[in-house]
């Protein structure tokens, strides 16, 4: 249990629908990441979250938005979903100025797996 | 565009012999690298990482090796051991950024 939880679990929805996913990182982290893992495909960097601030973007879709909220639990939010929005999608915390040996280790959620029908 | 490449989608070994597994980048800027094992259902897990600085980094079973030249990092398990059947992500960021960047990730599949 890497102590990052996200939910839902699974959510099936239909096109052009908007759907939340909800992640709650490691207690004292304060980076919060988004990924998208499609399939047979690597993990998409989306977009970053420090101390409630917009940190670093990768390939997230104008559709695609997420926030961090004062508590440090994060949304994202994905509208007018299309059927290759069908994914895995992981969130993951960090302690930035951890251990110099594992400053960049990311704590990994199980994962919410959308289907977009 | 891929800045992290891992060509190999699968890979088969014997129970007891040596897994490797490789990783190439293109960003030169890259100074932190990192390994990650995923089960399925489950999220990935940090296994093992190394810093521009050096050029090889042991964990028990687990070394990695980066040849900054080359661009090229690879993730050797001796002995392999079937509960090392997993996708193995090759990650990688740099400076002080955490954005981190994944390869497509190896599936490696150690035989009993």
């Known amino acids: 249990d890497s102590g990052v939880t996200q939910t839902p679990k699974h959510l099936i929805t239909a096109t052009g629908q908007r759907v939340t996913l909800r992640c709650s990182p490691r207690s004292g982290d304060l980076s919060v990441y988004w990924y998208q893992q499609s399939l047979d495909q690597g993990l998409q960097f989306l977009i970053q979250y420090y101390n409630g601030e917009e940190r670093a973007k990768g390939n997230i879709l104008e559709r695609f938005s997420a926030q961090q909220f004062p508590d440090l639990h994060s949304e994202l939010n994905l509208s007018s979903l299309e059927l290759g929005d069908s994914a895995l999608y992981f969130c993951?915390?960090?302690?930035?100025?951890?251990?110099?040996?594992?400053?960049?280790?990311?704590?990994f959620g199980p994962g919410t797996r959308l289907t977009v029908l | 565009d891929q800045q992290v490449k891992q060509n190999s989608p699968s890979l088969s070994v014997q129970e007891g012999r040596i897994s490797i597994l490789n990783c190439d980048y293109t960003?030169?800027?890259?100074?932190?690298f990192l390994w990650y094992k995923k089960y399925p259902a489950e999220g990935p897990t940090f296994l093992i990482s190394i810093s521009s600085i050096k050029d090889k980094n042991e964990d028990g079973r687990f070394t990695v090796f980066l040849n900054k030249s080359a661009k090229h990092l690879s993730l050797h398990i001796v002995p392999s051991q079937p509960g090392d059947s997993a996708v193995y992500f090759c990650a990688a960021s740099e400076n002080d950024n955490n954005d981190m960047r994944f390869g497509a990730g190896t599936r490696l599949t150690v035989k009993p």
């Open positions: 993951a915390s960090s302690v930035v100025g951890g251990r110099p040996e594992r400053y960049n280790e990311q704590f």
């Open positions: 960003n030169s800027m890259f100074d932190y």
